[in-house]
């Protein structure tokens, strides 16, 4: 990618003029040392950070085409690596030993897993092949300079695979077809911005292709393999989604004849739908429909569709019989956000549940015995998981008559006495949202007297299409008010002290930190930023290729005056001499997302203006911190930071 020097047109304002002066000056930040687990001894109270980060779960967990297996990601090693599981016992296998996996697919033989991994969360991926007992491995794509991958699908004999790639320019994603055996691709498709296949039709040479067009919006397309030719199915003038079926299970699933395929989308509603689509009429038909999102799609043994239905942050598990035309009753499950995965040749699916008692149980449930078994249990690291805190769903009136939401959890140790201070955890995006799922590191300020509430202001996805463009373009300053109302309804609500409240945030949630302190310097005492964007213009302009077309709904296009203009005025950076309280940033130096430099531009006009600035630089990290070592480096360090500000007034 094109790196822009921060300052090069940051405008003439007399902050940024100040910042851009600034720039040489030496920030001194603050690089993880060597790390020795220490957890402490089992009955202290409260646990050490450790043992909430060693509370480890299944991963991504996706079912074998037979049944017989499941794959998942695990990090016991302090890297995710791919493990293998046996359904019908016996002890779960690591299969690969190099770096992090980023994703990883079954071929539809089952024989053997496609995976990639990159180098330091620069996510520049090479592709590997690896069998099923780990002994066979081999490179199949090699990492390219500047090529940002997304694997689509592989065709039905398993031969070839989809995948988009920005190595023909670094900045847009065409779409490629490589022979699984010698390694070559072809392009097949160029496309601007972002093109991603998804899935292959059983029957011909069809491609399901979308285009990001938004954050949580899209156009959508069948692409031949073969004669490359684009035929557009869904491309509506208003925002739609058609991709959301990520999170566990594919977006797509064709039937067995490729007649048809379901998916979810939100076109022409406010809620994402389960529909099908048929090809020869082109009709859309509705198959479920409710007031919540549906997500998570999948076909086991080409007879039973199941999905996830999104209810306060919540999954509900449904599945219906498609030869019996009727819905089946689902088991009793542990409430969480589930991972779901169906095997192709047999009635069988994996349930993954996350929740605020587990990182990751998985479940099979044979769908003709309708027999449900665990078959891999979390390893808490000793935390008693009757002590976790279940967190409750709040609808908050907004200052303009929108109803927002969040998520509380209240710490049980307080002094009845007493209020527990607050911390704010704004989700990333800014199209996320906050669910009811793992959580150890805010697990772990519960167990320190800390109440953590999880916003979910406008923006964010899982509250309909409507809630979703509340904060588009002009109005992206109507979401870190709704922090402020939300701050006022708990104080109201008076369960917490909202006199002792701190806002932490990463990504676009880094972002959120750094706009409110500035915007309202009088309502939190202390922020927590994580490789957030500190200047839109400069922070638009690097952003990676995977970032840019979905940046154009929701920003506007930053290469035209009129966005510069207003980015100028309305970035964090132009309000960073009214933060007046103290800001612990972090970023990692291999960040492909957002350029350290605008946690850099935050940290040095704070400095300036003698407010505290503590900035802790990973060096071996990107977008995140997937490192055992450094994450418990960076959240002692954190846990000392909110402490120090909670507890000192």
Request: net charge negative; proline share 5%.
């Amino acid at each position: 990618m094109t790196k822009i020097k921060f300052g090069i047109i940051l405008g003439l304002s007399a902050v940024l003029i100040t910042v851009r002066t600034l720039a040489q000056e030496s920030l001194e930040p603050i690089t993880p040392s060597d790390e020795k687990i220490s957890v402490g001894l089992a009955g202290e109270q409260p646990p050490d950070i450790a043992r909430f980060l060693l509370a480890r779960g299944a991963l991504n967990v996706k079912m074998s085409p037979d049944g017989k297996h499941v794959a998942f990601l695990q990090s016991y090693t302090g890297s995710r690596q791919l493990w293998m599981l046996d359904v019908n016992g016996g002890q779960p296998r690591q299969i690969t030993f190099g770096n992090g996996v980023t994703f990883f697919e079954w071929t539809p033989s089952g024989q053997r897993i496609l995976y990639g991994a990159d180098n330091d969360g620069n996510e520049q991926e090479s592709y590997y092949l690896v069998s099923v007992d780990g002994q066979s491995e081999r490179l199949v794509l090699p990492a390219v300079s500047g090529g940002f991958r997304q694997f689509g699908a592989f065709s039905p004999d398993g031969a070839r695979f989809a995948y988009a790639s920005t190595e023909r320019n670094g900045e847009d994603f065409d779409i490629y077809i490589a022979d699984l055996v010698t390694g070559k691709s072809r392009m097949i498709f160029e496309g601007k911005y972002s093109f991603i296949p998804h899935a292959w039709s059983p029957t011909a040479g069809t491609l399901i292709v979308t285009e990001a067009v938004g954050e949580d919006s899209d156009n959508l397309y069948l692409l031949d393999v073969e004669s490359s030719v684009l035929t557009t199915l869904f491309k509506p003038e208003s925002m739609a989604n058609f991709s959301s079926g990520w999170g566990g299970g594919q977006s797509f699933q064709w039937t067995d004849k490729g007649d048809a395929f379901y998916f979810s989308t939100n076109h022409d509603r406010d809620f994402l739908a389960l529909v099908k689509y048929d090809i020869d009429s082109g009709a859309l038909i509705e198959i479920a429909t409710p007031d919540r999102d549906v997500q998570k799609i999948n076909i086991c043994a080409e007879r039973y569709l199941t999905w996830a239905e999104n209810a306060d942050g919540m999954d509900i598990l449904k599945v219906r019989d498609l030869r019996r035309n009727r819905m089946i009753k689902t088991p009793e499950l542990p409430e969480g956000i589930y991972n779901l995965s169906c095997a192709s040749d047999a009635p069988a699916i994996s349930i993954q549940v996350s929740s605020h008692t587990t990182p990751g149980d998985i479940y099979l449930w044979d769908l003709k015995s309708r027999n449900v078994e665990k078959i891999y249990q979390s390893t808490m690291a000793g935390l008693d998981q009757s002590r976790l805190i279940k967190p409750e769903a709040l609808t908050i009136p907004g200052r303009d008559g929108v109803m927002l939401h969040g998520l509380l959890y209240l710490p049980d140790n307080t002094p009845s006495s007493e209020k527990p201070p607050v911390l704010f955890v704004v989700h990333g995006g800014p199209t996320g949202e906050s669910r009811a799922n793992w959580d150890p590191v805010s697990q772990f300020h519960l167990a320190h007297g800390i109440a953590i509430f999880k916003p979910n202001v406008r923006g964010s996805t899982g509250f309909g299409r409507s809630y979703l463009s509340l904060d588009n373009r002009e109005k992206r300053l109507d979401s870190v008010r709704d922090l402020i109302d939300m701050l006022d309804f708990l104080e109201k609500d008076g369960r917490v002290d909202a006199n002792r409240a701190a806002v932490k945030g990463g990504s676009y949630g880094g972002y959120m930190v750094n706009a409110v302190l500035g915007e309202y310097p009088d309502s939190f005492i202390a922020g927590v930023s994580l490789f957030g964007v500190g200047d839109w213009v400069t922070g638009l302009q690097v952003a990676s290729p995977a970032l840019k077309a979905s940046d154009l709904i929701e920003y506007g296009d930053i290469r035209e005056q009129k966005w510069i203009d207003f980015y100028t005025e309305n970035s964090p950076i132009r309000n960073a001499g009214k933060i007046n309280v103290p800001v612990l940033y972090s970023h990692g130096a291999m960040d492909p997302r957002i350029n350290k430099a605008e946690t850099e531009t935050m940290v040095r006009a704070l400095r300036a203006n003698g407010v505290e600035a503590p900035y802790i630089l990973m060096p071996d990290e990107g977008h995140g911190w997937r490192k055992l070592s450094n994450r418990l480096f960076y959240f002692r360090q954190e846990a000392e930071f909110l402490k120090k500000h909670f507890y000192a007034r």
